[in-house]
């Protein structure tokens, strides 16, 4: 895809561009248990009761729905690794009640516009059916977990994205989640590389 008449803003931006990916979960402790426990993540640093009301307009611009940090409302966030990436766990509060802000939810597989997903590489090596089994076995208390299939859909080999094989299900807050595989030299990993180096060599 080729941008006409704009201006490329890339010449601001770290080569490690993406920093993290934020998450806005209900249930902190379950959340942390997911993503560092179960999937592996690092913690790095966790900040509880942030509030006042230059947050909320940090955070949520002027949006009459968002939670207030400024008038009884409050964030606890928590950033985790996964080496090329963070994942920032966000929980909106009441603090006189605890109960998690109430706002309009995109639930995992009822995607529309602004839906958003994570996706994770799996390794190639590993048999992503036993993968997938266990992942089963390790989130079974939590109950909006769930498993939209049982291995990956293989795309097949041909087209720009061949080799792309992908698993999608609910995570612990009913967030998106997305797995691959992708296989080294297929046309799909071929092709992720040459625009990650077109995209590293910008500016240089």
Not at 14 to 29: L, R
Not at 73 to 94: H, K, P, Q, T
Request: aromatic residues 8%.
């Amino acid at each position: 895809m080729k941008l006409v008449n704009l201006v490329s803003l890339r010449k601001f931006l770290n080569p490690n561009a993406v920093q993290h990916v934020g998450v806005n979960v209900d249930d902190m402790a379950l959340s942390k248990e997911f993503y560092c426990d179960i999937l592996g993540g690092v913690f790095i640093s966790e900040i509880n009761g942030i509030s006042g009301e230059e947050w909320t307009s940090i955070l949520n611009g002027g949006a009459k729905n968002a939670p207030q940090l400024g008038k009884g409302d409050a964030l606890d966030v928590c950033f985790v690794s996964f080496g090329n990436i963070a994942i920032e766990l966000l929980r909106y509060y009441n603090k006189d009640t605890g109960m998690t802000h109430q706002a309009p939810v995109v639930l995992a597989n009822e995607q529309g516009v602004a839906g958003m997903h994570i996706s994770f590489n799996l390794s190639e090596s590993i048999n992503s059916k036993e993968f997938f089994q266990e992942l089963a076995k390790a989130t079974q208390h939590m109950h909006a977990v769930s498993l939209n299939k049982s291995d990956v859909h293989r795309l097949g080999s041909e087209g720009e994205l061949g080799g792309w094989n992908c698993f999608f299900m609910s995570g612990p807050n009913g967030e998106r989640i997305e797995f691959n595989q992708i296989a080294e030299g297929c046309n799909a990993a071929r092709n992720f590389g040459i625009a990650a180096d077109k995209f590293l060599a910008i500016g240089k």
